[in-house]
């Protein structure tokens, strides 16, 4: 398939509209068959317009992972945010904090029982205008708190006066070879105790919210009241070599030139260098992927070394190299990343430029 723009520079990120769509669709009609709410994390695309169209499909408000990314996205009338972070709220934060509250319902994320008394003093009178939700570990082993140690934090904030409405968790541990179905297990179990402790201890009526992109397809209702993935939108070249998507269904990609052959010795495959580094990719590799990023239209290349602004890709043993100049279509390994990196991207339809949108919440990261 050629390149999908005719006269803009590159490296240009692209997101195709038609997939856009068709992907957020399809997240919100899975939720929804699954009686899951969905509130997607918006830290993938840092965008207005996708996430008009993501409560448009049914999702019922955004998550963030800053106060920053919340501004950005309740001045875009987003009218129901949910930081998912553990939050340590000082004076500044919580004059944010309250802004925000006075504008739409912002519910943020508490895993300790100092973080909890903290936010308290911080908000003073108006703590319980800024609900929270207990984070747990279920075995990613990041932020979160021991399952069975999660009511006491949710005691310690309502001691201190707090307003708990839920529990949260995250199977980052999701994202690896394999790995979906035994993190959904973990979460699932974790989830279960920490509810089991909480009813025990006189909370009801719980928003019980988990999930990421490679989990999201397998994880059920019963415990989960919310699913909250992210990188759903566009793909990846990490989820489509991990089969979660695929390479039709990858509807952000970074246009690049071809600036620069490599050609090796004879029965060595050949190299090149285009013109998106780290600088629009992003850098990171996980110790299972085969490259720093792939070739949308060329499944059997790969990027195999970044620097800020070259990609070196390895190209099939015995093919010709794309000449000078010429244009391909680069899927990032961590979408998220190439997002945050750039203040525009360019939306098509059926190969037709439909003008760019301003990534918003670029850079909100306080």
Known sequence: MAPLLDDAST???????????????????????????LRPHAKTHKIPEIAHLQVAAGAVGLTVATIGEAEAFVDARIGDIFIGYPLWVDQRAAARLLALADRARVTVGIDSAEGARQLVRSLGADARRVPVR?????????????????????????????RVTGMFTFPGHSYGPDAAAPAVADEQQALFTAKASFR??????????????????????????????????????????????????????????????????????????????????????????????????????????????HATVEWPLNASLPPLGSRLRVVPNHVCLTINLVDRVHVVRDGVEQGTWAVAARGRNS
């Open 134 to 162: 207990v984070e747990l570990d279920c075995g990613h082993h990041r932020s979160g708190v021991r399952p069975e140690d999660a009511v006491d934090v949710a005691k310690a904030a309502e001691s201190a006066g707090a």
């Open 11 to 37: 490296p240009a990120v692209v997101i195709d509209a038609a997939l856009l769509e068709r992907n957020i669709t399809a997240m919100a009609r899975s939720a929804r068959q699954r009686g899951l709410a």
């Open 200 to 309: 025990d201890a006189g909370f009801r009526g719980l928003d019980v919210s988990g999930g990421s992109t490679p989990s999201a397809g397998l994880a059920a209702g019963g415990i989960l009241t919310e699913l909250r993935p992210g990188v759903y939108v566009f793909g990846d070249a990490q989820q489509w070599e991990l089969g979660h998507c695929r390479p039709e269904d990858i509807a952000l990609t970074v246009e690049s030139t071809v600036v620069s052959h490599r050609i090796g010795p004879p029965g060595t495959p050949g190299r090149f260098i285009v013109d998106a580094g780290s600088k629009v990719l992003g850098s990171d590799r996980a110790a299972w992927a085969t490259g720093y990023g792939r070739l949308l239209d060329h499944p059997d290349a790969r990027i195999v070394a970044l620097s800020e602004h």
